[in-house]
């Protein structure tokens, strides 16, 4: 069964680099990680996706080393607007949706 | 635009109440599910749905009902038997099931008990 491990809270201050791991194991060989951010009261938001190595976009970037059993999500200069909740997903070889307990990142300026 | 959609964003439910919450998606996904989420913590889910008129328990489904009768709509009813409904209550779609494909959420019902 699979099972996905994040920090529950992480600080740091504005401008920073910030990241935040996932360890998982037993994931799906052949599916995505994926990573959310959430914000009081609102649903979670897709940030990043991938399957190996490393993905950039606008907001973040993600890392993930051969063995696929963790992910670190990096948020380049964090700004204050940065603070919510962050979580990985993952799939099983079941094909069932894993979601991490969610890291709470609080930005200080 | 494409999204989902919740409603109502707050509900209050008395005792031996059952209530329903509406979740309408225009996305064309086959795939929905329904999600919650107490106070500090991460996502359970309850049920979800691959097709129309089809549907499974997720981890926590007792006390909770659902139908699909049509593509875009999956209600979720919390019955008298769920005896601590109190939490925020998130839907989602995917295009199918199985595809750990980008996640698309509602906004969210927050649901209380009086």
């Known amino acids: 069964l699979a099972k996905t491990t994040q920090p529950i809270s992480m600080d740091s201050y504005e401008g920073q680099e910030v990241n935040i791991t996932c360890s998982h194991n037993?994931?799906?060989?052949?599916?995505?990680i994926t990573w959310y951010q959430q914000f009081p009261s609102q649903g979670p938001r897709f940030i990043i996706q991938?399957?190996?190595?490393?993905v950039t976009n606008e907001v973040a970037s993600l890392f993930i080393p051969a063995d696929r059993k963790s992910s670190t999500l990096s948020l380049p200069r964090v700004s204050l607007s940065d603070t919510a909740v962050y979580y990985c997903?993952?799939?099983?070889?079941?094909?069932?949706?894993?979601w991490g307990a969610g890291t709470k990142l609080i930005i200080k300026p | 635009d494409g999204g989902i959609t919740q409603s109502p964003k707050y509900l209050f439910r008395k005792e031996g109440q059952n209530v329903t919450l509406s979740c309408e998606q225009n996305?064309?996904?086959?795939?929905m599910y329904w999600y919650r989420q107490d106070p500090g913590q991460g996502l359970r889910l309850i049920y979800y749905?691959?097709?129309?008129?089809?549907?499974q328990k997720g981890d926590i489904a007792e006390g909770y009902s659902v139908s699909r009768e049509k593509k875009e709509s999956f209600p979720l009813t919390v019955t008298s038997a769920q005896k601590n409904p109190t939490a925020f209550y998130l839907c989602?779609?995917?295009?199918?099931?199985?595809?750990?494909?980008?996640?698309?959420f509602g906004s969210g019902t927050q649901l209380s008990v009086l």
């Open positions: 996305l064309n996904h086959d795939a």
């Open positions: 749905s691959q097709i129309v008129n089809d549907f």
């Open positions: 997903l993952v799939m099983d070889s079941n094909y069932q949706l894993i």
């Open positions: 989602a779609s995917t295009p199918y099931l199985g595809a750990n494909e980008k996640l698309f």
């Open positions: 991938g399957y190996k190595t490393k």
């Open positions: 037993n994931i799906a060989t052949n599916d995505y």
